[in-house]
Nanobody
Framework: QVQLVESGGGLVQPGGSLRLSCSGPGNIFKTYTMGWYRQVPGKQREVVASINPSNISYVTDSVKGRFTISKDSANNILYLQMNRMKSEDTAVYYC??????????WGQGTQVSVSS
């Protein structure tokens, strides 16, 4: 079974930084659109950022200028660099790989908490 494994979550103070990582099979990073989503209790999971096989990236407006998505296809790792973090960034963050509407993979999630 294909697995995506996230790491790097934790507790950070407002204004601080964290870097999330997601590892998975090599062919995924070359052929799937990879992304990061987040979810807070009682709300729908929302896309944070994505990067396609051509390395064209997208970040949602609420994190633009603060978060950066990147991937190291040679080592099969997806990153989310989060800077100038705010309390509203607190959520469970999920790694996602999508090739089609019927071919979607999810990681188990990693908790990110922003608090003083």
């Amino acid at each position: 079974q294909v697995q995506l494994v996230e790491s790097g979550g934790g507790l950070v103070q407002p204004g601080g930084s964290l870097r999330l990582s997601c590892s998975g099979p090599g062919n995924i990073f070359k052929t799937y659109t990879m992304g990061w989503y987040r979810q807070v209790p009682g709300k729908q999971r929302e896309v944070v950022a994505s990067i396609n096989p051509s390395n064209i990236s997208y970040v949602t407006d609420s994190v633009k200028g603060r978060f950066t998505i990147s991937k190291d296809s040679a080592n099969n790792i997806l990153y989310l660099q989060m800077n100038r973090m705010k309390s509203e960034d607190t959520a469970v963050y999920y790694c996602n790989a999508r090739r089609s509407a019927l071919n979607i993979l999810w990681g188990q999630g990693t908790q990110v908490s922003v608090s003083s």
